[in-house]
């Protein structure tokens, strides 16, 4: 996967101000070249500036606010076009009215053509500038569509000759708001951070700020007029990072869980490796790499992914071929590094996983062409037989054949990545971007690069597929299919495959997946591999995490749990005989982590979302999360989640249950809730009866989690309870006034003579802080009246014995609300939705992203984590049309009508019961959902009725109960 880096830093910068009176002449611009000449230009008129030259003096860039006459420092990239100065009547910011104008002619300027600066003097290799400045389009883009109105701070570099250019995908270098999409005539701001990473001898270094249209200035461009200004690039000062030496190294963690053998990794970009702390922490910590980017096949071709890079001849089988000139260079750079380490080393060494041979993404689509020409056809599959093999062969024996300096270094190669759907569950097509399924048609190249690495590859090279999403039930079982018929044609060395592990990306987020999802992917995969690994493992920060520290304790705590849940997942399977071998964390410190700026498949973030997914903070320190694998008993005690199911009818029978343990005595308590409070069934396992013996209940009604707390509490003495057999019972009632969705903050605990035990604050200090309080939810749960109705979006009589069923429980953010109303019958269950929602869209091409309802039913109600035979997802937009998941979730038992109203839509639906016989007093698994998109195109959030986790088109395991009633 295309990886990036981001890092937002607080800076305080001294700022020297020259205040002069500019009095401005006005460019006028030749608007011939437009349809109608007579239109006004969005950038209003002619001003005389005041402070317009004022400007920061640590700032590197020349004449940032276009002010100064020196136009030519900004037209390095201008090509044809002119750029030219211009005054606002009114300030853009501050005082600030001058800008930039670049004039492009549609008919003869190129895409490229955009405001650029050479800093080339003025920068160092491995500085940090913070950038900033200001853009706007121009009324020429008024009807673009979205991406045709992208602007993206994209810089150059040339090292040695050879140009790499930057964007958001650049792990490591660029940071924060570096792409947006504008809406004309209106001033935007960037900001974000640019590291200068770079090994050999700078040529050259240009900033851009670039609108260059679709595909990389390749497809559709406006080429219309824009506007920038107050361009800022500071240093960004800071001391000379340090690691923590005295800290126990993760490897030993890793090996000590998982066996002497075990790969404890990192990926590692070669941008990476200037930064000294960096490497210093992959030399302590990890026994392996994986690089990011440079063995893949556009890093193997020099980037030049427009183009061929240039042709030669080679030899394959006996026959002259014309193939690609490949470039080995950025690769080897790291490779050299680990090399050196690994010969001043003997007894620490550094492996490396290669990644990755044949993949849909990042192989430039010339390699799939006659000729290796984009405007020529495609290639027979006979003929990119022969260029996969070369390819292969090629780099195999480059990097572990038997003369190659590097052939000690390789542990393992993926071979093949991401080569399943996430929508189908089978084989990645060319309708998702595979130009191998383009040319093939079939899975068949899959089947050959197995059989050419297991011709070219040494055989203790380990041969490895890999995917992400790899414990969602679809395409697990479309891996399992992918792994046995890999499996199935395995053979020597020249005539048949091999494939000795699954490489389970495991690119995982808070809750998602759970671990025994985790378990059971990896039993699945290892009965057809047997070698499992996690290869790029992180997880993203939930929606607590802003960056700042408010909610950095809370959520790198929490982050640690999870972490060290994945890793006991782990160690468990490898103790119960499933060959978990290696871990490696994708990236190494927060700060280059691809999740906090490229919004990708398989993870990832539009660069809104604060994150914090990995081991090490941006300072090199160790994280929490260091810590969930290396020492548990180092984290803070973990705020635990509770459900508090709706009480209905004065049993506990509906709740769930918790338990506490200590090694003389244990207690399980089941939470309900009513519009008056809590009601809580403690039960305590203490044959000593003790004077002292209690149950405590503490809570926090708005879930504060202070450190200095004037605690409320009930207490029950063991002498007021129910005695039991082998200890005490009693029902806890906590007077609160609540409703759904709602969450606070309690703990129980239990005093056992002098010993005391908590459900979550195992510092019992919940006398004068709620810190470390569990979280309860409050779940609602529903009865379903008998009763038949027609479908035709009319709420009629039949409705009104139905109970409503509202909607509270948001994901994402929302601008909706919703009511449902339930009803069942001997052949179906029955639902009424009313959506209050203003601004209707289904534009998206991907259903989930229109605005619709969502039925879930579980109707054996195992809650089980996988879909099994009676579980179903349906979808049903407001304009009716309708999807499905789930093996009988099928159109034949469906029936449904939608229906615009004055505020929103309304849907009716009937789904026929397929694995029960419905009665009265049977209980169902049930979960109903509102996606709720607006004018952007796409989903903005979720309104769910008892799910939290917008997981439930995965496991049933999230979904509420309703009681079926006459």
Known sequence: MKKAKTRLIALCVLIVAAIAAVVAIVVTKNKDKKEDADKEDVVINVATPEDATAEQTSNII?????????????????????????????????????????????????????????????????????????????????????????????????VDGETTYLGSYSSGIISGESTKVLTPGEWTKF??????????????????????????????????????????????????????????????????????????????????????????????????????????????????????????????????????????????????????????????????????LVWHSQTPEWFFHEDYDTEKPLVKAEEMDKRQEWY???????????????????????????????????????????????????????????????????????????????????????????LKAVKAEEGEPGVGTRIDGMGMQSHHDMYSPTASQIESAARAYAAVVNNIQLTELDIKANGLYDGTEATRELVYNQMAYRYKEIFDTCKALKADGVNVTGITIWGVIDTYSWLNDNASVGGGTDGTQAQCPLLFDGDYKAKPSFWGFVDPAMLEPATKKVTAIEYQDDTFAAGNTYEATS?????????????????????????????????????DIDNSKSESFAAENV???????????????????????????????????VIDGNTTIS???????????????????????????????????????????????????????????????LLWDNQCLYVYATVIDPDLNKVNSEVHQQDSIEVFIDENNHKSEAYEEDDKQYRINFKNERSYNGSKCVRDNIE??????????????????????????????????????????????????????????????????AMLVD
């Open 191 to 356: 900001t974000g951070t640019f590291n200068i990473k770079y090994s050999g001898n700078l040529d050259q270094c240009v900033i851009r700020i670039l609108e260059q249209g679709t595909e990389y200035g390749a497809g559709d461009c406006v080429k219309g007029d824009y506007y920038v200004t107050g361009v800022s690039m500071i240093k960004v000062e800071k001391p000379k990072a340090e690691i923590e030496k005295d800290i126990p190294n993760w490897k030993d963690a890793i090996t000590d869980g998982l066996g002497e053998e075990a790969i404890a990794g990192f990926c590692l970009a070669n941008t990476s490796l200037t930064d000294e702390a960096l490497m210093e922490l992959i030399e302590k910590h990890g026994n392996a790499i994986t690089l990011e980017n440079e063995l893949k096949p556009d890093a193997t071709f020099g980037y030049s992914n427009d183009v061929c890079p240039g042709t030669e001849e080679a030899e394959l089988n006996g026959e002259k071929l014309k193939v690609p000139v490949m470039d080995h260079s950025l690769a080897d750079k790291v490779l050299d590094v680990i090399l050196a380490w690994n010969n001043e080393h003997p007894d620490d060494q550094i492996k490396v996983r290669g990644h990755v």
């Open 663 to 699: 090694d003389n005595a244990s207690f399980t308590f089941v939470p309900m809730w009513t519009a008056e409070g809590l009601k809580i069934k403690v039960t305590v396992v203490d044959a000593t009866e003790d004077a002292t013996d209690a149950i405590e209940v503490y809570w």
């Open 392 to 482: 292969i062969k090629t780099m195999l024996e480059y990097y572990v054949g038997e003369n190659s300096k590097y052939k000690d270094l390789f542990y393992g190669w993926d071979v093949v990545n991401e080569a399943i759907s996430d929508n189908s569950g089978t084989y990645r097509n060319s309708s998702e971007g595979s130009m191998w399924w383009k040319v093939y048609g079939d899975e068949s190249f899959i089947i050959n690069a197995f059989k050419y690495a297991n011709k070219y590859a040494p055989a203790e090279l380990e041969l490895y597929y890999n995917d992400y999403n790899e414990c969602v039930a679809k395409k697990q079982e479309g891996i399992v299919n992918l």
């Open 715 to 749: 207490v029950v003495k063991r002498a007021d309870a129910e005695t039991t057999e082998d200890g005490y019972t009693t029902v806890v009632e906590v007077p609160l006034e609540l409703s759904a969705a709602m969450t606070i903050g309690f703990d129980v605990r």
């Open 62 to 158: 020349d004449n940032p606010n276009f002010a100064n006459g020196n136009i030519d420092v900004w037209a390095i990239n201008a090509g044809e076009s002119v750029i030219t100065e211009e005054i606002a009547d009114v300030p853009i910011f501050d005082n600030v009215t001058t800008y930039g104008m670049i004039d492009r002619d549609a008919a003869v300027a190129t895409t490229g053509d955009c405001f650029s600066q050479d800093i080339t003097a003025k920068v160092s290799n491995g500085e940090e500038y913070q950038y900033e400045f200001y853009v706007m389009l121009s009324e020429d883009y008024m009807n673009a569509p979205e991406e045709q109105r992208t602007v993206e701070f994209s810089p150059y570099i040339t």
């Open 896 to 961: 449904s009508a939608a229906k615009k109203t004055d505020n929103g839509y309304v849907v009716e639906a009937m789904f026929k019961w397929t694995d029960v016989r419905p009665s009265a007093g049977m209980e169902i698994g049930l979960e109903l959902q509102v996606n709720d998109a607006n004018s952007t195109g796409g989903r903005i959030g979720t309104l769910s009725w008892f799910d939290t986790t917008g997981t439930g088109w995965t496991t049933p395991s999230v979904y509420g109960n």
């Open 759 to 821: 459900y979550n604050d195992s510092k019992n200090t919940q006398e004068t802080s709620s810190k470390y309080y569990a979280e309860a939810l409050m779940k609602p749960y529903t009865t379903i009246h008998r009763g038949t109705i027609t479908v035709d979006a009319e709420l009629d009589e039949a409705w009104a014995n139905a109970q409503d069923v509202p909607l509270y429980i948001v994901v994402g953010e929302v601008e909706v609300s919703c009511n449902m109303k």
